[in-house]
């Protein structure tokens, strides 16, 4: 009977979708996947953005400013098949939301506005998801709009996402007169009725016949370019079945090969259809992903999607409500019911799961188990985080966590009324469990308790959710940038002996160090550090060269300049000596550290500062104004284009310079102005840029 059970669970995996929605703010994620919802049968009213009424923007905080901030998961029937879904951020300070979501996805749905194509904040989400090979495909949005444009728009995913786009649609109608699509595929035309939430199924229109054939022409020889099977047939037929065109934009979206492209207006119900049918027919399932890898000890592990393996999930997610904790976890094998006890394999930590929950948002409802491929919440473990791995207590092991990017600002924050200051530093505790990119430290200089985070928005943000939600009236300073040091230009042979002696075994270590700054041609420019030791004769023994690493490490904690962090390093640990007595790791550790600290006083070092690309788009009377106040800001202009009226310009701005940036947009475009932020690292700061 068991065997039996997991049988029909293994083959239901073979229906089971889990995708995200991705995209650039303000391009229609959250209204796309409301209107899944709705054609689903999953609502029976149409959420909208502008009202407040959206399920997945449940936070009063998303439903006042009108944007998405938390990742929500929903689930939704599509013919037979149960779709999991996470509609993500898509504003640059909450990216991390995003890191985690595409941790524990299959696919996922990137949607592009139709006027303005690939967006800064499209770009980022799209490398992401390439770093987590998570398949795509792409829904060009706001065909309704004035100025969209669907060529313009697949020329933007060519040219910046640099991927091969296939498409699947023709759009019938331009701008307001959208009104359905040819699909490619069966030649079919696909049209909505104003008012109508379903589409009717026609012949292709005659003024579109010709133009739809040319662009079918276009998709299989593309194709057969780039999948092995299409192209023996294409050669032998000098076209495509329908059949093998499906199986090979299946093969190619799985691969990543290509990105198979669809287009519609989500607002006005029109594309929606299509969407799911390609979610279903393209992206993949839980059982045609490869294993998860996992490790135990120095072993490494993988776990198929199968409901009879061992349990391991993987929590991406953690948010206290009023009802209690709740963890968020996909499972990627076996099978957990409420109220077993798992293991938290990092903590090595039993947690018992009291409750397990389907979730509609903010809204949930409990089911008796867990299998491979679900994604769900649990009620009960008490301490397990974002990134933790919950597994079988008799099959322990570690799946890798999401990375958690620094923080790059940071505020001081203080409860108004001096009784209240252990409830705030509670509330800071239980934000920095909900949410990894932010922390929480003392300064030891001006005992200030400081918030970090990735930008001023994710600040706001925190701070209004513990007014909010725990009634706290908080003082906030004005934000402050994460500063850093580098190397410039190093120096060689500095020699650190470590001696002392005070009773006892005494400590001894003898290094010498040459500090330069690390290249990003030297391949490991993304680790900030690197060290290697060219002693030879056996002189520093191996377990003390790892101490005197760790040593060093220990030092790029506070630079010479202002005590931040130092990075773009490398050291190498040229000679040394040892005592046959005295000698340590703890010594060399030490030696190491003040050597480190000594060199860096003594190399020419740079403060560097963290700097972001800007795109503003405003009014063409409001562009010298603009241009102006960049200027003032530090920002390189780095490129202008019109567009509809307006124009789009793009610019490197120091981050420290754009605090009340957007108060500043709104007065000089009249409010007509927007500027959206993306991340590009750090630049060297000016001399008058405070210590």
């Not at 850093?484 to 650190?496: I, K, N």
């Not at 270590?509 to 056996?538: C, K, N, Q």
């Amino acid at each position: 009977m068991r065997t039996e059970l997991h049988r029909q669970l293994t083959s239901a995996l073979t229906d089971v979708r889990n995708l995200g929605i991705l995209a650039h703010v303000d391009a229609g994620k959250t209204t796309v996947t409301e209107r899944i919802l709705y054609a689903t049968g999953t609502t029976h009213k149409r959420g909208e953005v502008h009202d407040g009424t959206t399920i997945t923007d449940f936070d009063s905080q998303e439903r006042d400013r009108g944007i998405t901030i938390f990742a929500a998961a929903v689930s939704c029937t599509w013919a037979g098949h149960r779709i999991n879904l996470i509609d993500t951020p898509g504003h640059v300070d909450f990216a991390d939301e995003v890191e985690r979501s595409l941790r524990v996805l299959d696919g996922a749905i990137a949607v592009f506005d139709a006027v303005a194509g690939v967006e800064p904040q499209s770009e980022s989400v799209w490398r992401q998801a390439d770093r987590h090979a998570v398949p795509r495909i792409a829904f060009v949005n706001k065909l309704d709009r004035a100025g969209a444009d669907l060529d313009a728009a697949v020329a933007s995913i060519r040219e910046r996402l640099h991927t091969v786009p296939l498409v699947v649609q023709l759009p019938i109608g331009r701008e307001e007169r959208f009104r359905g699509v040819v699909d490619l595929l069966r030649m079919r035309a696909l049209v909505w009725a104003d008012g109508s939430d379903t589409y009717e199924e026609g012949e292709v229109p005659e003024e579109l016949r010709e133009e739809a054939q040319h662009r079918r022409r276009l998709l299989e020889e593309t194709v057969a370019e780039l999948h092995p099977a299409a192209l023996e047939e294409f050669c032998a037929r000098s076209e495509l079945s329908g059949r093998t065109l499906a199986g090979a934009l299946r093969d190619l979206t799985r691969t990543g090969e290509g990105v198979v492209v669809l287009c519609g207006s989500a607002y006005r119900n029109r594309g929606v259809e299509p969407l799911l049918e390609a979610v279903v027919a393209y992206l993949p399932s839980p059982l045609d992903v490869p294993p998860v890898r996992g490790s135990l000890g120095d072993a490494v592990q993988e776990r198929a999607a199968d409901p009879s393996a061992p349990f391991a999930a993987l929590a991406f997610k953690v948010n206290a409500t009023a009802t209690g904790r709740l963890t968020y976890l996909r499972v990627y094998s076996g099978t957990v019911r409420k109220g077993e006890t798992v293991l938290d394999a990092g903590a090595r930590r039993s947690e018992r799961i009291g409750r397990i929950l389907r979730v509609q948002a903010d809204r949930h409802v409990d089911v008796d188990m867990a299998v491979a491929g679900d994604i769900v919440a649990v009620i009960g473990p008490k301490t397990a985080r974002a990134g933790a791995t919950l597994c079988a207590p008799d099959a322990p092991l570690v799946l890798e966590p999401p990375t958690v990017a620094d923080p790059v600002v940071s505020v001081a924050v203080e409860a108004c009324r001096s009784t209240d200051t252990e409830r705030l530093m509670a509330a800071l505790v239980g934000l920095v469990e909900e949410d990894p990119s932010l922390a929480v430290r003392t300064d030891s200089e001006t005992g200030q308790t400081v918030l970090s985070g990735m930008g001023e928005l994710h600040l706001e943000v925190a701070t209004e959710k513990i007014r909010r939600a725990h009634g706290l009236d908080v003082r906030v300073g004005r934000p402050q940038v994460a500063y850093r040091e580098t190397v410039a230009r190093g120096v060689s042979g500095l020699v650190y002996r470590h001696v002392k002696q005070d009773g006892g075994a005494g400590q001894f270590a003898h290094v010498v160090i040459d500090v330069a700054p690390l290249e990003a041609t030297d391949g490991e420019a993304s680790e900030d550090f690197a060290f290697r030791s060219a002693v030879v004769g056996g002189r520093v023994p191996q377990e003390y060269v790892r101490a005197v690493e760790a040593g060093c490490r220990d030092a790029l904690l506070e630079g010479p300049l202002g005590g931040h962090p130092v990075t773009g390093v490398r050291v190498t640990l040229t000679d040394g000596a040892t005592h046959p007595k005295d000698s340590s790791e703890m010594a060399f550790r030490t030696a190491g550290r003040f050597a480190l600290r000594e060199a860096l006083r003594s190399s020419a070092m740079v403060l560097l500062e963290p700097v972001v690309e800007v795109t503003v788009t405003a009014p063409d009377e409001a562009v010298g104004g603009v241009l102006g106040d960049l200027a003032a800001r530090r920002g390189r202009v780095s490129g202008a284009t019109a567009r509809a009226g307006a124009a789009v310009i793009t610019a490197t701005v120091p981050l420290a310079e754009l605090f009340g940036y957007a108060t500043r947009l709104r007065s000089r475009t009249q409010g007509r102005g927007t500027f959206t932020t993306r991340a590009t690292g750090y630049a060297p700061a000016p001399a008058s840029v405070s210590r």
